[in-house]
């Protein structure tokens, strides 16, 4: 008995060496590596980041201040604000009605939604931006009904959160509908049983599940609605101090050699990036600190 044990054991230890055996490198692939990724990360991220900043304040404090404060840099911060405060609440409804559709419910047609959702990964942001043109523009599908009404959505604000939406809306989904299959539908079963209606259901039983999944996909939303660059260039116009987002204003002022005002709000741009990077890592933590109570 106890040499069948003791077998037994040889054999799971044995077993164990191997695999860590097959999982040890020589440590110099594993420093290659690692100098590598440190290469890799300081070459294509920290440098042009660095640069960004150094050259917006090339000139100093009062050129870098002037340059955020002037008119037009107001005017684009303003509409980028806006975009993002109508995109990322309509994404947030849309994309958690989605994923509790596809996740909670079995229906015809549940693939075609899912691949419809990722479509915007797959077309090209300017594609996005002159499909708007082609139905909303002056020769497009409703441009005459639109003129004739006075309702201008092309190379208006109208047009621009139409771009920012069609671009973001599947972030949050993409990030729920994963956590809630995985979730299964066995809570939200348990209590229609017990007489629960559908929105307390999805209060107390669905939407605590989700909280930190939800709050992830909509930092992202909101991160990809402030930096959008083609769809929305394509159907704003470049009004400057009307449909200038923050990246069209940086591409302007570039355009006309005035890079001291481009990098400074180039700069912006990367602070909000960094404060997103932030908040996600948080969120992330947290994430895991709920799941680890659990």
Known sequence: MSGAIASHWGSVDAGRYENNAATREPAWVKWTLIIVSLSFFAFFLLLPLAVVFTEALRKGWDAYRVALVEPDALAAVALTLTAAAIAVPLNLVFGVAAAWLIAK?????????????????SVSPVIAGLIYVLVFGAQGWFGPW????????????????????????????RELIPLMEAQGREEEEAAAVLGAPGW??????TLPNIKWGLIYGVILC??????????????????????NT???????????????????????LALLALVTL??????EWQGRRATIKE
């Open 200 to 205: 307390k259901t999805f209060w107390h039983v």
């Open 105 to 121: 419910f079995e229906f015809r047609g549940r693939h075609l939604l899912v691949t419809l959702i990722d479509l915007p990964f």
């Open 278 to 283: 932030a908040i996600k890592t948080l969120v």
């Open 146 to 173: 639109l003129q004739e009404h006075d309702i201008k959505i092309i190379f208006a604000v109208p047009g621009i959160v139409l771009a920012t939406v069609f671009v973001t809306f599947p972030f949050v989904a």
């Open 246 to 268: 923050l990246p069209l204003h940086v591409e302007i002022l570039y355009n006309e050699y005035n890079f001291a005002a481009a990098f400074a709000v180039a700069s912006l």
């Open 222 to 243: 909101n991160a990809r609605a402030m930096g959008e660059f083609g769809a929305v260039s394509v159907v704003s116009g470049h009004i400057r101090g009307e449909t």
